[in-house]
């Protein structure tokens, strides 16, 4: 994948997300994986005692479904936009 084609990421800087265990985490950008040039999402949570630590994940995992006990459910679900704010957290701790 070409760098340019970093551009069509779903996810822009600043979109919030909520992973399936609950945690809320927003977007800061894209990546490549060095080891094999895939794209990758960089986010962060939004709640708990590491805020400051980034996370990266293959872009492809973001649309993911897992297999939980209510069903299949995708591993992340956006709830705002980059201009918008989210709902404040309720404690919870994903990943």
Known sequence: ???????LQPFAPGTQLRHYKGGLYTV???CLIEATLQPGVLYK?????????????PLAEFHDQ???????????VKIADS?????????????
Not at 50 to 56: A, I, P
Not at 66 to 76: D, E, M, N, Y
Not at 83 to 95: I, L, M
């Open 1 to 7: 994948m070409a760098l340019s084609q970093l551009h």
């Open 28 to 30: 800061v950008g894209s």
């Open 45 to 57: 949570p939004l709640q708990g005692d590491s805020q400051d630590v980034l996370w990266m994940r």
């Open 66 to 76: 897992i297999s939980t006990a209510a069903g299949l459910v995708l591993r992340f």
């Open 83 to 95: 201009n918008e704010k989210a709902p404040a957290p309720q404690g919870s701790k994903g990943f």
